[in-house]
């Protein structure tokens, strides 16, 4: 039985490989793919920002090696931001209700 981090660790790969490959490499997230992912997968983070760019912003945020593809390396990195900030926000709201 799987612990908890490695079931995460499990779905985070899960993930990414369900939407990367499609089209062109099977490794690699093209703008596309990243669109897909990002809207089915943060759909309630990408809505609530209320930027049309947003998607492109992210793909220019992550894409390190400017290749136009996000690989396994650079989505780590989103995800691991969007954890941090979300540990942020509610550890402000804890401290705010105390």
């Excluded at 612990?3 to 490794?27: N, R």
């Excluded at 992550?62 to 989505?75: G, I, Q, R, W």
């Amino acid at each position: 039985m799987p612990s908890q981090l490695e079931a995460a660790m499990d779905a985070l790969i899960a993930v990414f490989h369900h939407y990367s490959g499609h089209e062109g490499d099977k490794y690699k997230l093209n703008k596309g793919e990243l669109k897909e992912l990002l809207n089915s997968e943060l759909n309630d983070f990408i809505t609530s920002q209320k930027d049309p760019m947003l998607v492109e912003k992210i793909m220019n945020d992550l894409d390190s090696n400017k290749d136009n593809e996000v690989d396994f390396n650079e989505f780590v990195v989103l995800v691991a931001a969007l954890t941090v900030a979300c540990n942020d926000f509610f550890q402000d709201q804890k401290k705010k209700s105390k």
